[in-house]
């Protein structure tokens, strides 16, 4: 199984990225995708997550209103859309597979990304 994340860089504040997490070994229609991150000192925490079916989406309270996640099943691939960045997104950002969104437990993880958000 191979997470692949990418479409990490150096950003300003107020500025957009957009994640990708590119799957494959796995059935990916039955595996909800999570992006968590984790900055310098930091410990890792989740930023969001999208169900297998896409229906269901969740987000950290630090990243509503700005983050957006979707997926397509076809292409096994999950985006994660950054928009009005600021200094404390940065950090590197990793996509993982798990059952439910809900569950702890993470199945897979992918190699991280890293985002930097400065002026």
């Known amino acids: 199984v191979q997470l692949q994340a990418s479409g990490g860089g150096l950003v300003q504040p107020g500025g957009s990225l957009k994640l990708s997490c590119a799957a494959s070994g796995l059935n990916f229609n039955e595996y909800a995708i999570g992006w968590f991150r984790q900055a310098p000192g930091k410990e890792r925490e989740g930023v969001s997550c999208i169900s297998a079916s896409g229906q269901s989406t969740y987000f950290a309270d630090s990243v509503k209103g700005r983050f957006t996640i979707s997926r397509d099943n076809a292409e096994k691939i999950v985006y994660l859309q950054m928009s009005g960045l600021e200094p404390d997104d940065t950090a590197v950002y990793y996509c993982?597979?798990?059952?439910?969104?809900?569950?702890?437990?993470?199945?897979?993880w992918g190699q991280g990304t890293q985002v930097t958000v400065s002026s």
């Open positions: 993982a597979a798990k059952i439910l969104c809900f569950r702890d437990y993470v199945d897979w």
